[in-house]
């Protein structure tokens, strides 16, 4: 197995362009030596706060080897969410390049302030040890931790402010949420001959799951992606063509034109697509299912949290995919939780009683997987944990069969609206490179927010799209680069709520968020 990092990793002063599985344990090594000389010890925390990429996972592996708990924070995150984070957590070291520390917070002042030390990847930053200087000192003997030792922090998405600071330790992160994705499951978990494609935070929990799955079972390739600017992916992806595809869905987004475009067939060989973090829009699943040729392409597209791990998993086919969604009507199925490992319920949000199949209520979820706790925020993990059961703030619909159907997040739902499902309808009757977030209010019809590609909206094309929809108010557009987005590009719907509505009030309750 070998690894092709779409650029040369930040922690690698040698540039490797192609690294097998020795030459990875030897940078983790390296790296770890690097931060023992720049003075952490078992049991401290240091903050890992860089562009994104694989070695982010490389650095977090380094820490750990060691003893110490990698903090693992977003370098898109913005600049006063970090300074809160690194206040909470207080880090023997902060681990950053360049372009990140030159960030001042609102009040001027400089994230250096907030760490013992910084560690910078870059060379010649006043106040900051050069990683170059220590990359290859003396490696410290390997650090054993107990099962339920804090081994990790990363952080939530953010959308409704401060990320809340999430603690894994190896019995909840290696013993069950990597567990089943480890399994070999054919045709969806990867096969030995496998090309896989990898975009995603390599901050976040998920790519430490999947880096276990990747290291059992062992695809031939592995194409290791800091970028999804297209002039990057398409001739990566036609020199290694990939068989299997996991991306965000603001990748799949950004990614479109070049599934969309005949003359290009980067994503030919692809036998699975997955995306995690947040539903992808019909409009974009279509294409890419479209551009394989292969005999019978799927996408995997999962349900979690990162508190929980996986809860659900579900499939579309290309025939599934080609089907207008006004003939298929009704909130988004996101599949049946998993055998064994899951448990869903739903529940009143007053009373917490179960309610019937078919009728809204709160998702709980009932999982080994369930995380530690927030770092230094217990009172807002109380409010979550229902004693066995982990309130996920979704509002959804279990059918008679098991399945699982999700309407909205609790914060933003309205009785009687289901926002999601009309915005996918939307979506898929708008132009690509067009996206909408709904917004109810307490006083009228739902408040469209249309993002598009020039900040203009032809307005018979909208009349067409929402024709069959209920009410909705007049259109609010604005270009796609101005709609709010987390690191993972979830839409931050009260960051929209405060620009356009005056800072109306969401119908939730928002206990759950």
Excluded at 153 to 178: D, F, N, V
Excluded at 407 to 433: F, H, M, S, T, W
Aim: charged residues 25%.
């Amino acid at each position: 197995m070998i690894f092709r990092p779409n650029r040369p990793l930040d922690i690698d002063p040698s540039g490797q362009a192609v690294l097998d599985i020795e030459a990875i344990a030897q940078c983790v090594r390296k790296t770890a030596g690097a931060l023992s000389a720049a003075g952490v010890r078992p049991g401290d925390r240091f903050a890992v706060y860089k562009d994104n990429h694989f070695d982010c996972l490389l650095l977090a592996a380094a820490g750990i080897r060691i003893g110490a708990i990698p903090v693992m924070l977003s370098g898109l995150l913005p600049t006063d969410s970090t300074r809160a984070l690194l206040q909470r957590v207080e880090p023997r070291l902060l681990v950053s390049n360049r372009q990140l520390l030159e960030n001042r917070g609102s009040d001027g002042s400089s994230l250096t302030s907030f760490a013992e030390r910084t560690l910078c990847l870059d060379e010649g930053v006043p106040d900051t040890l050069a990683f170059a200087d220590l990359y290859g000192s003396t490696d410290p003997s390997p650090v054993a931790r107990r099962d339920d030792e804090l081994m990790m922090l990363t952080h939530t998405s953010g959308t409704t402010g401060i990320p809340k600071l999430i603690m894994y330790t190896p019995a909840k992160l290696q013993g069950q949420m990597a567990r089943l994705e480890c399994r070999h499951l054919p045709p969806i978990t990867f096969h030995r001959n496998d090309t896989v494609a990898m975009f995603t935070p390599y901050v976040h929990a998920r790519a430490f799951t999947w880096i276990y799955s990747v290291l059992t079972l062992s695809p031939t390739k592995v194409l290791v992606m800091s970028d999804s600017d297209p002039e990057v992916v398409g001739p990566l992806f036609q020199q290694h063509r990939p068989t299997v595809v996991e991306a965000l869905p603001i990748d799949y987004f950004r990614m479109e034109g070049l599934a969309r475009d005949p003359r290009n067939d980067a994503f030919s060989s692809v036998r699975m697509f997955i995306n995690n973090f947040d539903a992808v829009r019909w409009a974009t699943i279509r294409p890419y299912l479209n551009a394989s040729r292969h005999p019978f392409p799927l996408w995997r597209e999962g349900y979690g949290q990162s508190e929980t791990g996986g809860m659900g998993m579900t499939f579309v086919t290309r025939r599934t995919a080609n089907i207008r969604r006004d003939q298929r009507p009704g909130p988004r199925k996101v599949g049946r939780p998993m055998p064994g490992f899951v448990q869903l319920k739903v529940v009143d949000p007053k009373t917490f009683e179960p309610v019937p199949d078919g009728q809204p209520g709160l998702v709980l979820a009932r999982t080994r997987a369930r995380c530690a706790g927030y770092y230094q925020e217990p009172e807002r993990w109380n409010e979550k944990a229902v004693g066995e059961w982990w309130n996920t703030g979704d509002i959804g619909i279990k059918t008679r069969t098991g399945a699982l159907k999700l309407i909205d997040r609790e914060v933003n739902y309205a009785p009687g609206l289901n926002c999601l499902e009309q915005e996918d309808v939307i979506v898929d009757n708008l132009p690509a490179g067009h996206d909408v977030a709904l917004l109810p209010v307490s006083d009228g019809p739902p408040v469209p927010i249309v993002a598009t590609p020039d900040g203009q909206l032809d307005g018979e094309q909208w009349r067409n799209a929402v024709r069959k929809l209920p009410e909705l108010a007049e259109p609010i557009v604005i270009a796609f680069k101005d709609m709010p987005r987390t690191g993972t590009g979830k839409i931050i719907r009260e960051e929209l709520r405060r620009r356009y509505l005056n800072g109306a009030a969401h119908p939730g309750t928002g206990r759950w968020t």
